[in-house]
């Protein structure tokens, strides 16, 4: 099992900055890749960015390429979620994922809200 315990989300203007943490305890050796979804109200949880833990790897979705970095701390087993520029349309809970031998492990959930 593998624990995600979300921390950063609350309110942000338009054009303002947001920096989400995850830290993920439990059987956290074969995770394979870490990341975020997010989902805003009436709509379905979308694919926001990806690391792979073992790899120098990151993928973003196009919505937030160039706007949002996401890092890890390996010491502290802790991904984060850096959000610039944040635009009204960013509102949504995010989800921090973590993958592990094909399994997804699912934190609770940080409300984001951008708005003036």
């Known amino acids: 099992q593998v624990q995600l315990v979300e921390s950063g989300g609350g309110l942000a203007q338009p054009g303002g900055s947001l920096r989400l943490s995850c830290a993920a305890s439990?059987?956290?050796?074969?995770?394979?890749?870490m990341g975020w979804y997010r989902q805003a109200p009436g709509k379905q949880r979308d694919w926001v960015t990806t690391?792979?833990?073992?790899?120098?790897?990151?993928n973003y979705a196009e919505s937030v390429k160039g706007r949002f970095t996401i890092s890890r701390d390996n010491a502290k087993n802790t991904v984060y979620l850096q959000m610039n520029s944040l635009k009204p349309e960013d509102t949504a809970v995010y989800y921090c994922?973590?993958?592990?031998?094909?399994?997804?492990?699912w934190g609770q959930g940080t409300q984001v809200t951008v708005s003036s």
């Open positions: 439990g059987s956290i050796f074969s995770i394979y890749a």
């Open positions: 994922y973590a993958n592990r031998d094909g399994l997804m492990y």
């Open positions: 690391t792979i833990t073992s790899m120098d790897s990151t």
